[in-house]
């Protein structure tokens, strides 16, 4: 079965710092990955995805994240975060056959102003 | 394009009662999957339906199950509940194919007392 990881239960900064948060997945095969945020009251939504090509991918709010197979990780990095990136993040793993996403257990990021 | 909507969003039952949630997915997205999220275990896969068909099953116990309706609607129902069924189920609709990203609903908070 496939399991995510995220190292970091709570990461707290001061607003301009910047932010890297780790996931690490277990899966022998072609995986999709996946960053989904959840602001305060609101619901999950996509940050970022990578499915094929260009390791290196960008999202939406100056969010990017690398894949790198050799490690079997997907971390999410930002350079300067803002108060409003104040959120939970989850990284989510899917089989490229598979339909169900697996889920990290979160990280939740605190800004300061 | 109107999200994914969930209803009711907030419900209150007591043990050994039974609960439908409701779920209409994006308009055009054929695919709808069931997610439980908890404190103490995250974000677990209940199942999915595609075309009036489970498509995909979570390890959950029989007291949990879903149908989908024509026009890509979906409902699960949960039977018999127990105290640890509390949570926020979330509903998340793709297109179709099983590589398509998911896009979550806000959820429906369920309380069983």
């Known amino acids: 079965a496939q399991s995510v990881s995220q190292h970091n239960h709570h990461v707290i900064l001061s607003e301009a710092a910047s932010l890297e948060l780790g996931c690490n997945y277990s899966?022998?095969?072609?995986?999709?990955l996946f960053w989904y945020v959840q602001y305060p009251g609101q619901h999950l939504q996509l940050l970022l995805k990578?499915?094929?090509?260009?390791?290196l991918v960008k999202g939406i709010k100056g969010f990017e994240a690398e894949f790198i197979k050799s490690k079997f990780s997907f971390n999410l990095r930002k350079p300067s975060v803002q108060w409003s990136d104040t959120a939970e993040y989850f990284c989510?793993?899917?089989?490229?056959?598979?339909?169900?996403?697996?889920f990290g257990r979160g990280t939740q990021l605190t800004v300061w102003p | 394009k109107a999200g994914v909507t969930q209803t009711p969003r907030y419900l209150i039952k007591t043990r050994g009662q039974q609960v439908t949630l409701s779920c209409s997915p994006i308009?055009?997205?054929?695919?709808v999957s069931w997610y439980q999220q908890t404190p103490g275990q995250g974000l677990q896969f209940l199942f999915e339906?595609?075309?009036?068909?489970?498509?995909n099953k979570g390890n959950f116990p029989g007291r949990f199950s879903g149908r989908q309706f024509s026009n890509s609607r979906s409902e699960m129902n949960v039977s018999t509940l127990e105290l640890g069924d509390s949570a926020l189920y979330l509903c998340?609709?793709?297109?179709?194919?099983?590589?398509?990203?998911?896009?979550f609903g806000p959820g429906t908070r369920l309380t069983v007392l």
């Open positions: 899966y022998g095969g072609t995986v999709n």
């Open positions: 989510a793993v899917r089989g490229s056959t598979l339909g169900r996403l697996y």
């Open positions: 990578y499915f094929s090509g260009d390791p």
């Open positions: 998340a609709s793709s297109l179709e194919q099983l590589t398509d990203t998911q896009y």
């Open positions: 308009s055009g997205h054929r695919s």
């Open positions: 339906y595609f075309s009036e068909t489970q498509r």
